[in-house]
């Protein structure tokens, strides 16, 4: 029913920028909160960033003032622009989108998840 698709991992040295994207596709009837988290091996997955429909926004402490989430409503999209990485923001970033579908209006909106795209920092 709905399809998050990423892009824009990779490989990056240290102090280096990436900028990941997330777009949604399907029976969308709407799309409330969006998110980015992220995972290491042996670890939980963890908030990095989210924003609302109406743009505002919360971020982990660990990435304050280093990244920026953003969206684009008509292309049903979110962005988190990465700066000033460092070593320990290694991980699979995974999208996430509250999402109401055409078909469950009336059940409100339930969470999909983006197949992951791996971000590797280092020299």
């Known amino acids: 029913q709905v399809q998050l698709v990423e892009s824009g991992g990779g490989l990056v040295q240290p102090g280096g920028s990436l900028r990941l994207s997330c777009a949604a596709s399907g029976t969308i009837f709407s799309i409330h909160a969006m998110g980015w988290y992220r995972q290491v091996p042996g670890k939980q997955r963890e908030l990095v960033a989210a924003i609302t429909s109406g743009g505002s926004t919360n971020y982990a402490d660990s990435v304050k003032g280093r990244f920026t989430i953003s969206r684009d409503n008509a292309k049903n999209t979110v962005y988190l622009q990465m700066n000033s990485l460092k070593p320990e923001d290694t991980a699979v970033y995974y999208c996430?989108?509250?999402?109401?579908?055409?078909?469950?209006?009336?059940?409100?909106?339930?969470?999909?998840w983006g197949q992951g795209t791996q971000v590797t920092v280092s020299s």
């Open positions: 996430n989108a509250e999402v109401t579908t055409v078909q469950a209006i009336f059940q409100g909106p339930y969470d999909y």
